[in-house]
């Protein structure tokens, strides 16, 4: 469903499979290949066993970038530009809190094998492109290949679990977006299990331009540029037959910085509101 240019030979990564990795604690797979971060930092991604046979993909928040500044290596930057493993907020062994506490009995995803789909490229898991820019007479690459990080990452998991019970997908802020992105097309590989995508704090990014997704290289079943829109994944997710659903809070700080910053300057709860109307 998706058009990520990544050769065949590319996704058969020579990545330790899913038998070989010990159950119960996270692991941290580099798939190397065509998968890079925004400032050319290797890209990563988590698994983690669990006892069930139902499959939670995560997608990673972490800001993203929309022009010279914003996507510079300097301080101005607006996204997490590489996976730091001493990091909770890239190692979710690190982060042992709601979803990821397997020490509380509540847990509903306690038993779920764990797919956690880290974010370092500025493009909300979506592009598939390398820009040259300038910033303070500085030129540099911003590589928004976060489709083709993704891409990877699912491919593992494909591969690994091939039929599990259920699969939920999720993701929090730009990884939000993520979710949705990808949810028709996981969807669409595992077309008889139950497919639930579910966005948190994601709800209100509209009006990014053509400008944006044309940077970042971003191909949504074959839209592109002024074309494409975050509503459109949900929708699309739930035309594949994915069940879908949102969690926003009527005040958020991340979001409305970002809509008032990067998009079109429309207040946060109106995106919200015109996003919900359109899916």
Not at 92 to 114: C, H, K, Q
Not at 201 to 220: E, P, V
Not at 232 to 252: E, H, K
Request: glycine content about 12%.
């Amino acid at each position: 469903l998706l058009l990520v240019a990544v050769s065949g030979s590319a996704l058969a990564q020579d990545l330790p499979p899913r038998d070989s990795l010990s159950p119960g604690q996270w692991h941290q797979l580099s798939p190397g290949g065509e998968t890079v971060c925004g400032h050319g930092a290797p890209y990563s991604f988590y698994y983690r066993d669990n006892p069930g046979q139902d499959l939670l993909i995560y997608f990673q928040g972490g800001g993203m970038c929309w022009n010279a500044q914003t996507c510079s290596p300097t301080g101005d930057k607006t996204f997490d530009e590489a996976i730091n493993p001493g990091d909770p907020s890239d190692n979710p062994a690190l982060f042992p809190v709601g979803i990821f506490d397997f020490s509380n009995p509540e847990n509903p995803f306690l038993n779920y094998d764990m797919l956690y789909v880290n974010y370092c490229s500025a493009d909300m898991h979506t592009g598939n492109n390398v820009s040259g820019l300038t910033y303070n007479d500085i030129y540099y690459e911003i590589k928004t290949k976060g489709a083709v990080n993704a891409a990877y990452a699912l491919n593992w998991a494909y591969n690994n679990i091939p039929i599990p019970d259920s699969v939920f997908v999720a993701g929090c802020s730009a990884g939000a977006v993520g979710a949705a992105f990808w949810g028709a097309d996981i969807k669409a590989h595992y077309a008889n299990q139950r497919v639930t995508v579910l966005g948190d704090s994601g709800g209100g990014w509209r009006g990014i331009d053509g400008a944006t997704w044309n940077l970042w290289g971003t191909n949504y079943q074959g839209a592109t540029g002024s074309n494409v829109n975050n509503a459109q994944f949900y929708v699309g997710a739930a035309r594949q037959g994915a069940r879908i659903a949102q969690y926003n809070t009527s005040s958020d700080e991340t979001q409305s910085f970002f809509t008032f910053v990067g998009f079109s300057s429309v207040p946060y709860n109106t995106a919200l509101n015109q996003n919900l109307r359109d899916i």
